[in-house]
């Protein structure tokens, strides 16, 4: 059974950076797509980043392009999300999902198995 947890939220300033991690036990992450999603209060969970099992191809929603960046720190053995230039409207629960079947960068919440309780970003002055 594979455990996802995530870390590094906090409270950011507008223009400010964040840094998740979403990490793993009983797996290893390498062998998953992996996405990040959030959610807002009274909004749908929406894709913001995801990457793919194998080649780590990449793809982010037009919302965060240029600012967000989600990489594999093999070394840690995480997932990590790089947040920059932070809007109020980032402010959201993010969530990890990982799943082994896919090896495409997609962000269809459906289609992932595994996913870990969220962390909390708020973007506020």
């Known amino acids: 059974q594979v455990q996802l947890v995530e870390s590094g939220g906090g409270l950011v300033q507008p223009g400010g950076s964040l840094r998740l991690s979403c990490a793993a036990s009983g797996a290893t992450l390498d062998d998953y797509a992996i996405a990040w999603f959030r959610q807002a209060p009274g909004k749908e969970r929406e894709g913001v980043a995801c990457?793919?099992?194998?080649?780590?191809?990449?793809a982010y929603a037009d919302s965060v392009k240029g600012r967000f960046t989600i990489t594999r720190d093999n070394a840690k053995g995480t997932v990590d999300l790089q947040m920059n230039s932070l809007k109020p409207e980032d402010t959201a629960i993010y969530y990890c999902a990982a799943d082994s079947n896919i090896w495409i960068a997609t962000m269809d919440l459906y289609g992932y198995d595994y996913w870990g309780q969220g962390t909390q970003v708020t973007v506020s002055s």
């Open positions: 990457i793919s099992r194998g080649d780590s191809a990449t």
